[in-house]
């Protein structure tokens, strides 16, 4: 289950081999996606190649785990601009492949409710990359989401807003709440890839790492999911490889 490697530019090209080999025998893949600092790399290196590779992206479907409530897709800060810089553009991904919630739905609980049976009605998802909060969170599901939650809408909590508020101009324009697939629509991905890179995610990776499968520690549930690869580089690996040393992952990898 964990691979420990050198720095984020590494677990990037690991992980962007992994999608490109599903992609090129699977064009029609259903691909889950994350934003966030630490899947900047692995896009970065996934557009460089797919483009080496000359892979065709126009059968693609793609699902996003989250978004701000209250930001329109324009908004710069919103997930829908994020992935579409990041990834959708230079790939050439058409808005019809594309599926993110919509943060500026009038009714935000029925187009939460509607995500998960979109998602379903496509028949699942393949491949779900995710990151992780510094309280445990996949997606946005706070520490105390039930496991058997689907897409809802959610209040962050303030550990997460004084995280992302690194990205507005002030801690007043972070949103306090946000639409999130579930545990229950991630845990249903057929294949899930956890990255968790960088000094400031070592303490959570312990965390995860030594926590039994309980919803105070959302990531925790990947546990009971049969085929899940975590990926943290070395500054996120630290404290673990400090207390548990090398050979104790080699034997849970
Ligand atoms: C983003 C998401 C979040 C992030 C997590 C880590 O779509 O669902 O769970 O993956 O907050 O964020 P970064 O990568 O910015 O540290």
Redesign the pocket.
């Known amino acids: 289950m964990y691979h420990i490697l050198k720095n984020p530019e590494q677990i990037a090209y690991q992980v962007s081999q992994l999608l490109t080999q599903a992609l090129s025998t699977h064009p029609d893949l259903h691909l889950g996606l994350?934003?966030?600092?630490?899947?900047k790399p692995v896009y970065t290196e996934l557009i460089k190649q797919i483009h080496h590779q000359s892979l065709d992206c126009s059968r693609l479907t793609t699902f996003?785990?989250?978004e701000y409530i209250g930001l329109a897709p324009e908004h710069p800060q919103s997930?829908h601009y994020f992935m579409k810089e990041q990834l959708f553009v230079p790939l050439n991904i058409q808005t019809e492949q594309v599926h993110i919630p919509c943060g500026v739905a009038t009714d935000t609980d029925q187009e939460a409710a509607a995500y998960s049976q979109e998602i379903e009605q496509a028949g699942g998802i393949d491949i779900q990359l995710?990151?992780?909060?510094t309280n445990g969170?996949?997606?946005?599901n706070e520490p105390g989401t039930p496991f058997d939650s689907l897409t809802h809408v959610v209040q962050l909590s303030d550990n997460t807003r004084i995280d992302n508020s690194r990205f507005f101009e002030s801690f007043d324009e972070m949103p306090t709440h946000a639409i999130t697939m579930g545990l229950e629509d991630i845990m249903r991905a057929k294949h899930i890839i956890l990255v968790v890179t960088g000094a400031h995610k070592a303490q959570v990776a312990l965390d995860l790492y030594e926590s039994e499968v309980t919803p105070q520690m959302p990531a925790s549930i990947l546990k009971n999911h049969s085929n899940v690869q975590v990926f943290l580089d070395e500054a996120a690996a630290k404290l673990i490889i400090e207390k548990y040393g090398h050979e104790l992952l080699a034997a849970n990898s």
Request: glycine content about 22%.
């Open positions: 994350a934003t966030g600092s630490t899947m996003n785990l989250d997930y995710l990151g992780i909060g969170h996949i997606g946005f």
